[in-house]
């Protein structure tokens, strides 16, 4: 079946530009998760959404950051006043459920900022 | 929060070589994850490992779980190019059951 999908799967963008960054999350999922990884930081989590229960969003590094899903599948996460620091790759993840701990990632987008 | 040490950070070896990663933390795990990610793609989970002095095995890959669960190795038996890539080690980290702690990864390269 699909996986998740992310797009863009590259995006370029200008210091101070907002930037949009969207999940489709493996069909029946009801875990979500956003992680950032960049060089020499590997993977930090960022948010995590399960069901219809308020997101954990204490790994997000800034005001800049935030993330909604909508019905409970799509998730967007987006970034405010775009940073040369932001620059990385982010990764989104689905799971099952909340019991079952395995999380399928999706291919990333790799996001520049000049 | 837990940090988990990876090394080697670089191995590149050849074709037909046996190799050893290592993941290793101050900390007692409660379990650990071991993930491989290839280049342009996000991780994908190899095993996860609960059980102190835990062996598993999945074709040329072995990994062990120390007695103590503060540590964990992947040893690769006769390394093929198509073994290439970033090897992660994670766990739940803050006692979350959700949460993942990534350690920064050992980067494979294995020439044909």
């Known amino acids: 079946g699909a996986g998740v999908s992310q797009s863009p799967s590259n995006k370029v963008t200008e210091k101070g530009k907002d930037v949009e960054l969207r999940c489709d999350p493996i069909?029946?999922?009801?875990?979500l998760y956003w992680y950032r990884q960049s060089l020499g930081q590997g993977l930090e989590f960022l948010i995590y959404?399960?069901?219809?229960?308020?997101?954990?969003k204490s790994g997000l590094p800034s005001d800049r950051f935030s993330a909604e899903r909508t019905g409970g599948s799509v998730s967007t996460l987006t970034i405010q006043r775009t940073q040369q620091e932001d620059s990385a790759v982010y990764l989104c993840?689905?799971?099952?459920?909340?019991?079952?701990?395995?999380?399928?990632f999706g291919p990333g987008t790799r996001l520049l900022v000049l | 929060t837990q940090l988990l040490e990876q090394s080697p950070q670089f191995l590149s070896i050849q074709e037909g070589e046996n190799l050893t990663v290592y993941c290793n933390s101050s900390?007692?795990?409660?379990?650990l994850q071991w993930y491989r990610q290839e280049p342009g793609e996000g991780p994908v989970l190899l095993v996860t490992?609960?059980?102190?002095?835990e062996v598993k095995k999945l074709k040329r890959l072995t990994f062990q779980f120390g007695d103590a669960r503060k540590d964990s190795s992947l040893h690769i038996t006769a390394a093929q190019p198509g073994d290439t890539g970033l090897y992660l080690c994670?766990?739940?980290?803050?006692?979350?059951?959700?949460?993942?702690?990534f350690g920064k990864g050992t980067l494979l390269t294995v020439n044909p």
């Open positions: 993840a689905s799971g099952p459920s909340p019991q079952q701990k395995t999380q399928y």
């Open positions: 069909s029946g999922h009801t875990a």
């Open positions: 959404f399960q069901g219809n229960s308020a997101p954990d």
């Open positions: 900390s007692v795990f409660s379990s």
């Open positions: 490992v609960v059980t102190g002095g």
């Open positions: 994670a766990q739940n980290s803050g006692g979350s059951n959700y949460k993942l702690t």
